[in-house]
């Protein structure tokens, strides 16, 4: 298969049947992508940690599981992790000079399910500083360049994830979506992007944002890929009590898809905001389900101009009660100036440590739950989080699947939205509804704008634990359209 770059690359399920046949062909792998990390990389600037000696140290040991002919669905598959999920032996940094210095000493339950099923973490990602961003510039590491155009961004706050994939730096690829972050990268950089349902995957050893809508999500360049990594990391964890009863998502498990039989709705507000050149390219990704005689009809959802407001209300409550942790007394960054208290200890740990949009969002977030103001803003903001619930699941009871375009536009230009965060902010006008009801949603390619010659991301949404039909209709796009 080729990747958005259009470079001939294994797909995770030809790497896995490779190691399985022929043993050496893990080296070939691994070689082949260390090589290409080293030469093209740093440019690239997706990566936090990178190491050679931990790549071969977990080649050894999956060597030995191989010999003693353990079963590896995932066998030698290079999985890049977002550098705010914890990993044993990697830093854990969250790209902020608050963690600079952090290794965890345990592995987030995602990754230990990858690493039992074969998988081999091959690096961790750069990210807008604790996921808070839109365009990966927020970063202790600095900004992420999109590798179909290095003067764009890769998109946030997963920019690092996306860009690995889209990269041919690893075929797959774990981020985290809290309002967009998976879906809107996958977007900017020609990938999937899927976000399970809110409890499909354990949040254990995800570095907490907003914690009722922070969701592990994973990056391909296929469906099939996808389904993979979901069938690994997905089930009931005892170290989250939010993680869904239900069983683990099967891989195995194909539900046929009848185009006839499928109802979709097109949630027309979402159109509003999109530029031209993605409702062109979103237009023809409506024509093609028309074609395949599925029952396409128009929705209006006007509730959903709350959604943003209400989003980043709830959003930056939470990362201020989230990050209050980070105080330079028990880990992490701590301040070496001058200090006469212990307050002042926490202040200079906080300033010095915190980058400017995490500094903005915990200021916003203390604000909306102070006395006086929490009626007024974040109690009505948990209201419309409860209008926007009631109102899906009715659009639910009459489709199967919701369509919008992923973002309003193709990725910007590096640098362009610095000195205006509300701009930057409003490119996850169509992403924070997923994160706000818990359902699943995904980012599938559906074209490249003949203006800016970046790609345009086709969001398709299922109701809640309908992952395996997002994974039918995304292939079933996939093979039809592109």
């Known amino acids: 298969m080729t990747n958005s770059l259009g470079e001939r690359l294994w797909t995770g399920e030809e790497i896995v049947s490779g190691v399985k046949e022929d043993r050496s062909f893990l080296d070939q792998v691994l070689n082949f992508y260390c090589s290409k990390i080293k030469k093209e990389g740093p440019e690239i600037n997706c990566f936090t940690f990178f190491s050679e000696s931990a790549l071969a140290q977990q080649q050894s040991v999956l060597r030995q599981r191989i010999e003693a002919k353990e079963d590896l669905p995932l066998a030698g598959l290079p999985v890049s992790v977002k550098d705010n999920i914890a990993v044993e032996g990697m830093p854990l940094t969250c790209a902020s000079k608050i963690l600079e210095n952090y290794y965890p000493s345990?592995?987030?339950?995602?990754?230990?399910?990858?690493?039992?099923?074969?998988?081999?973490?091959?690096?961790?990602?750069?990210?807008?500083?604790?996921?808070m961003g839109s365009s990966s510039e927020y970063s202790y590491f600095g900004p992420v360049k999109n590798p179909r155009d290095k003067r764009k961004v890769s998109g946030g706050s997963s920019g690092g994830s996306a860009a690995s994939v889209a990269g041919g730096f690893c075929p797959v690829a774990l981020g985290s979506d809290t309002g967009g972050s998976v879906r809107q990268p996958a977007s900017f950089c020609g990938v999937l992007g899927l976000k399970p349902s809110y409890g499909r995957v354990s949040r254990y050893g995800l570095t907490a944002f907003g914690s009722s809508l922070d969701q592990i999500g994973v990056f391909a360049n296929n469906s099939r890929d996808l389904s993979l990594i979901l069938n690994a990391v997905s089930g009931q964890d005892k170290k989250d009590s939010t993680s869904s009863a239900l069983p683990p998502f099967s891989a195995e498990k194909h539900e046929s898809l009848q185009p006839e039989k499928l109802k979709v709705g097109i949630l027309q507000d979402f159109l509003k905001p999109a530029s031209a050149d993605v409702i062109e390219s979103f237009a023809k990704a409506e024509e093609f389900f028309k074609n395949q005689g599925a029952q396409v009809q128009d929705v209006f959802f006007p509730e959903l101009q709350y959604s943003v407001p209400a989003y980043y209300i709830i959003a930056t409550a939470e990362a201020s009660s989230n990050l209050s942790r980070y105080d330079g007394a028990r880990y992490g960054f701590r301040s070496k100036g001058r200090l006469n208290s212990l307050g002042e200890m926490y202040k200079q740990s906080r300033s010095q440590g915190f980058g400017e949009e995490v500094t903005r969002r915990i200021i916003l977030g203390a604000f909306v739950l102070s006395e006086g103001y929490s009626d007024k803003y974040y109690q009505k903001a948990t209201k419309v989080r409860k209008l926007l619930l009631s109102g899906i699941n009715k659009l639910f009871d009459k489709y199967d699947i919701l369509l919008s375009p992923t973002t309003p536009t193709t990725a910007f230009d590096l640098g362009s939205h610095g000195q205006d965060p509300v701009s930057m902010y409003s490119s996850d006008v169509c992403t924070v509804l997923a994160n706000l009801t818990g359902v699943p949603s995904l980012s599938v390619p559906c074209g490249v704008s003949e203006k800016t010659k970046m790609p345009v991301g086709l969001q398709i949404i299922a109701n809640r634990n309908q992952e395996q039909k997002l994974m039918s209709v995304s292939s079933f796009f996939q093979q039809g359209f592109c």
């Open 106 to 131: 345990y592995s987030a339950t995602a990754v230990e399910r990858l690493v039992k099923a074969g998988a081999i973490i091959i690096g961790k990602t750069n990210l807008d500083e604790f996921a």
